[in-house]
């Protein structure tokens, strides 16, 4: 095949737009190049400055009001649009950027992710796979670091997904169509000659886990919550107890759910045992890894994570714990095949060609549940190759230092109490000063995260450990500090003391 000759050599000249003719490019492209590059200053700054800002701020009702606008019919230009972002938007994000920020499970991003989305979303293309582009062979590329990274052999597949609810919902999929036993895309769950399927999980698993089963039919009655042990880890005797129960009642054990990392307290499931009472029972054996399985890059992966690379399918979220912008989660599926049997539908408009655009490696479409992606995978590629991985390897191992260097301060605090073992990244602690109720150290412990958020000391979430309220710390922030925990740890006991005194 011969090279495309140069648009411009087949005699296809930029033309003036005609009088009727509009775009959505400017009309001045150095003008709007001023502007882009003043923008891009912005956020150079923003990221540069941020921990001279709160963890978090609260909205001034000024700005609430001015977000709230009539429909914008006409034009109000880019400049002035900057400034009105600026002023209303910029100031009061998640907060998550900021070295003092450890609510729920969220990534820091960083400033190179940053870049690869602008230069992503400059070239705006497809994500489909089949369409025959650098980006399809970026996305492959990073499929393939993955499997690397955590033990999929290579002819396993994967796809990059919008994060790990929908990671979760693709692994459990194609458990269920591999597990069925019957032609479940077509007949369904309910089929009443075919045995109805079972869904084991902890009770600590994440809600997408649930989400997910209920939304392919199979029912949150057959999802089956186990208890777990003191270490918030899945009870194995419970787990075998009830598959065997299960399978007496005439039910069909399918899927086992395992946990790298949970939600609550960053607890691992026996990774490795379970791989075994699933191979036992010829069960679907997916893992969320959602930011626990990014341990296995650390220097010291905890013990429990062994294992792990014996899933069927592993859900994972390169925005949390790699530090990527916002969204790009990712899943890995062992068998190619059933990958491909559990999603795959071939309409007229997305054939393959044996030649042009639509002569791609690999159809992304058939893989998942999105059709057109953002191109994700270059932030990914960017950052792995900038930074190098080991500098993700030592950052991992940071923030599990971090976490064992927070657990010790507060065992040295007096006034603070763990309320979990640190097994990962997660520190669960209190206030308790003694001869408090249970009621006012959750009323006390409540109003004290909430006033650390507000005067933007500092931003843990906050959850609940047996019946009582936590200050959960989740580090996953390449940005935070030894300082910033002994901050967190003295301000903790600051406010505690002085809320104390004002009840
Ligand atoms: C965050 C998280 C999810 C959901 O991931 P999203 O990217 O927020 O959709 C699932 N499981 C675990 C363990 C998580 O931490």
């Avoid at 399978?247 to 379970?274: E, K, M």
């Avoid at 795959?344 to 408009?349: D, T, V």
Wanted: negative net charge; glycine residues 8%; charged residues 25%.
């Amino acid at each position: 095949m011969k090279p495309a000759r140069h648009a411009r050599e087949q005699g296809v000249r930029p033309q003036p737009l005609a009088p009727e003719e509009i775009t959505l490019d400017p009309d001045d492209w150095e003008a709007f190049r001023a502007q882009a590059h003043g923008a891009l200053d912005t956020m150079v700054n923003y990221l540069r400055d941020v921990r001279e800002r709160p963890a978090w701020q609260p909205l001034p009702e000024e700005v609430k009001n001015r977000l709230h606008e009539a429909l914008p019919e006409r034009a109000q230009g880019l400049e002035t649009v900057l400034e009105s972002f600026r002023r209303d938007v910029l100031p009061y994000p998640s907060g998550n950027v900021h070295p003092r920020f450890w609510s729920w499970v969220s990534g820091t991003g960083s400033p190179v992710g940053m870049l690869a989305d602008l230069l992503a979303s400059g070239m705006n293309t497809l994500g489909l796979g089949f369409d025959d582009t650098a980006p399809s062979r970026v996305e492959m590329q990073v499929l393939d670091w993955f499997k690397e990274l955590f033990g999929f052999p290579r002819e396993s597949s994967g796809l990059l997904v919008s994060g790990g609810s929908m990671a979760n919902l693709v692994g459990i999929a194609v458990g269920r169509t591999a597990k069925a036993g019957y032609d479940v895309r077509r007949r369904g769950t309910n089929a009443p000659d075919e045995p109805a399927l079972v869904v084991y999980a902890s009770s600590e698993t994440h809600s997408s886990a649930q989400k997910a089963v209920e939304l392919l039919g199979i029912g949150s009655a057959r999802y089956r919550v186990i208890p777990v042990n003191a270490q918030f880890e899945i009870d194995v005797e419970a787990l075998h107890a009830q598959i065997h129960a299960d399978g007496d009642a005439g039910l069909q054990p399918a899927i086992l759910i395992g946990n790298a990392g949970t939600v609550n307290t960053g607890a691992i499931d026996p990774l490795d045992h379970l791989a075994d009472i699933a191979a036992g029972h010829d069960l679907w054996y997916h893992v969320d890894g959602a930011f626990g399985a990014i341990a296995r890059l650390s220097a010291s992966p905890p013990a429990n994570l062994r294992g792990l690379e014996r899933a069927d399918s592993l859900a994972f979220d390169p925005h949390k714990w790699l530090h990527q912008p916002y969204n790009v989660g990712a899943v890995l599926v062992r068998h190619a095949r059933r990958h491909e049997e559990t999603f795959h539908i071939a309409p007229a408009y997305l054939d393959k060609l044996d030649g042009g655009v639509a002569a791609g490696p690999v159809n992304f479409n058939a893989l998942g549940v999105q059709l057109s992606r953002s191109f994700a995978a270059l932030r990914v590629w960017m950052s792995f190759k900038v930074y190098g991985v080991e500098r993700f390897r030592a950052l991992t191992q940071q923030n599990l230092d971090q976490a064992q260097y927070l657990d010790r301060l507060v065992r040295g605090e007096k006034a603070l109490e763990l309320l979990a073992p640190t097994a990962l990244n997660i520190v669960n602690y209190r206030y308790n000063p003694g001869g408090l109720s249970p009621e006012a150290l959750d009323e006390l412990n409540k109003r004290l995260l909430v006033e650390m958020q507000v005067r933007g000391i500092a931003a843990p979430s906050s959850t609940r450990l047996d019946g009582r309220f936590s200050i959960r710390v989740c580090i996953t922030n390449h940005r935070s500090r030894r300082v910033d925990f002994d901050v967190l740890v003295a301000e903790t006991t600051r406010l505690g003391h002085e809320l104390e005194r004002a009840s």
